[in-house]
């Protein structure tokens, strides 16, 4: 027993050390800054970072259903998916770029109307197995420059053809180092793309959230 004492009194202390240590930092991080919500909660990205570009394509018919289906236009996400993406943003400002925003989170109602207008699996998620836009946890994004311009991605943002799939290699060697620059870094924050639309990325933890149909409101 007294064999086993010893390494066990300094098991304990170490063990004391780094939970008190620990606490400490918890307790004076949630002082400073109190937590309101929890990770899944849905946030407005606008609450979390200014350093975003948006273009909403859905709130404007400037879209391939030529149809306006947001009353208005806000990037709404689970505060998990807003913390990588913030990350991910801050890792293109040091390379002179920023994230540009064409859609967000997807209240169902609004998959289902895109749905009622465009009833093809190939172009719209069927509202009955709800898309990851429905869970908070998609972003559809392409890059902007020092000026606000767009990088060249060689297709439009929701372009339906093959071009517009990360496989497709007949474009410019620009272009190939655009989407490989937005795919890198977008995979070492935490999402995984879609082989066929440059644009989309998902939050790989977002698969196992619920599909919603919480609504923001519109001043
Ligand atoms: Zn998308």
Redesign the pocket.
């Known amino acids: 027993m007294t064999f086993h004492a010893k390494p066990l009194l300094l098991l304990c202390t170490f063990l004391c050390v780094v939970s008190c240590k620990s606490q400490t930092v918890v307790s004076n991080k949630f002082s400073e800054n109190p937590p309101i919500v929890n990770d899944t909660t849905f946030v407005n990205l606008k609450d979390y970072s200014k350093d975003f570009v948006y273009d909403m394509k859905y709130a404007t018919s400037d879209n391939f259903l030529k149809a306006k289906v947001y009353d208005c236009a806000e990037c709404f996400l689970r505060l998990k998916t807003v913390k990588a993406i913030v990350e991910a943003n801050k890792a293109f400002m040091e390379m002179g770029y920023k994230i540009k925003f064409f859609?967000c989170y997807r209240p169902l109602d609004v998959q289902k109307k895109m749905w009622k207008i465009v009833s093809n699996p190939s172009y719209v998620a069927d509202p009955s197995k709800g898309?990851?836009?429905n869970r908070g946890g998609?972003?559809?994004i392409t890059l902007v420059d020092s000026n606000g311009k767009e990088l060249d991605m060689g297709t439009t943002f929701d372009f339906f053809g093959i071009e517009a799939g990360h496989d497709y290699l007949n474009l410019s060697p620009e272009i190939i180092a655009n989407r490989q620059l937005l795919k890198k870094i977008m995979m070492e924050k935490g999402f995984n793309s879609?082989d066929s639309?440059w644009?989309?990325y998902n939050l790989k933890s977002a698969l196992n959230d619920k599909v919603s149909n919480a609504k923001w409101n519109c001043d």
């Open positions: 859609d898309s990851i836009h998609a972003v559809d879609l639309e644009w989309h």
